[in-house]
């Protein structure tokens, strides 16, 4: 659905993006995560066809972005993370007015823009002036809008941006609702964790570089370097002897003893550690939990992302 090769912007002589390769099926929701000035903008404007690239190729549906732009632009629909709306429009009048710019006339104007109203759970503010909304209100007229010639893509350039957790949410199940109409999303974030639970693709960008593009948890997979495992005994006196017992363990690189558990780093070789467990029962240690700690994915984005925190 979404393919580039070797996509690649310059800037004089600075790389905005460099040899981005993508490739998304329909139904694809793929998050595109990076620091601010990353390169997540700029690859959405290209497959947007809002911008050339300066080699590569990107396609939409397989057509190519220098070649048949004409055919892409009908195929999608790009949110840009700023847009302004008219300050004497309502709501209605605004999606009227865009339904009209894609030649959307009479009654199918009407239907489609109160659809999209629907979808979007604004048809309470219909009659609002558009320049009252709050935000999350102003973001989700803004999917309205993206929406209204039924693209089968949408580029949607940090839509939570600004908004409050609860805004946030309903914008979250908002895209969960377009991912199940079968629409391909890339969307841009400079928060991984505020994506990947909604996302079944994540892209990790940096210095316009793709560092990471995989399902969320083999990205998370690839930048834990150490295996954390977690052990509870059944007996709180007894995390002392699991210290002892796997401290100087070969798989076992150290262990940290917390309040109620000892957590285990594997050494990062280390992929069958079912002897541990194993050498603990045996040792008289009834065990509450041994389970893998998760890596958050906020730590997972820092250690892909090294460096740049400055930037962000
Ligand atoms: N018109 C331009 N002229 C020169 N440099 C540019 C231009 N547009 C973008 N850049 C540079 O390209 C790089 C990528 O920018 P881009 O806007 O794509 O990043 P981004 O990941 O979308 O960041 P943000 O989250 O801040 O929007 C940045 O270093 C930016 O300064």
């Not at 593009?213 to 954390?228: G, S, W, Y």
């Not at 401290?247 to 957590?263: C, I, P, S």
Request: charged share 30%; with cysteine.
């Amino acid at each position: 659905m979404i393919k580039t090769v070797d996509l690649t912007k310059k800037y004089g002589d600075a790389f905005a993006i460099r040899a981005i390769d993508l490739d998304l099926e329909p139904g694809d929701l793929f998050g595109f995560i990076g620091p601010n000035g990353a390169g997540k903008t700029t690859t959405m404007r290209i497959i947007a066809t809002l911008l050339e690239p300066s080699w590569g190729e990107a396609y939409v549906c397989g057509h190519s972005v220098h070649t048949q732009p004409k055919e892409i632009r009908r195929l999608v629909g790009y949110m840009p993370d700023f847009f302004g709306v008219y300050d004497d429009m309502t709501v209605v009048e605004y999606l009227e007015f865009f339904a009209a710019a894609y030649r959307i006339g009479g009654d199918a104007r009407k239907k489609r823009v109160d659809e999209m109203l629907d979808v979007v759970d604004l048809d309470f503010k219909r009659d609002a002036y558009a320049n009252t909304l709050s935000r999350g209100q102003t973001q989700r007229l803004g999917l309205a809008r993206t929406m209204l010639h039924d693209p089968q893509v949408l580029l949607l350039d940090e839509p939570l941006s600004g908004l409050d957790p609860r805004a946030r949410i309903e914008m979250r199940n908002l895209l969960r609702k377009l991912g199940e109409m079968g629409k391909t999303i890339i969307v841009s974030s400079h928060i991984l964790p505020e994506l990947a639970d909604v996302c079944n693709k994540v892209g990790i960008i940096d210095r316009g570089e793709l560092k990471q593009n995989a399902k969320v948890t083999e990205v998370i997979k690839m930048v834990r370097e150490h295996t954390v495992l977690v052990v509870q005994p059944a007996q709180r006196g007894q995390m002392s002897t699991i210290a002892d017992l796997l401290k100087d363990h070969a798989k076992v690189q150290g262990v940290d003893t917390g309040d109620d558990a000892v957590r285990v780093v594997l050494k990062a070789e280390v992929e069958d550690y079912s002897d541990l467990p194993k050498l603990l029962i045996e040792n008289g240690i009834a065990l509450k939990q041994f389970t893998e700690e998760e890596l958050d994915l906020e730590s997972a984005f820092m250690a892909l992302t090294k460096g740049t925190s400055t930037r962000m």
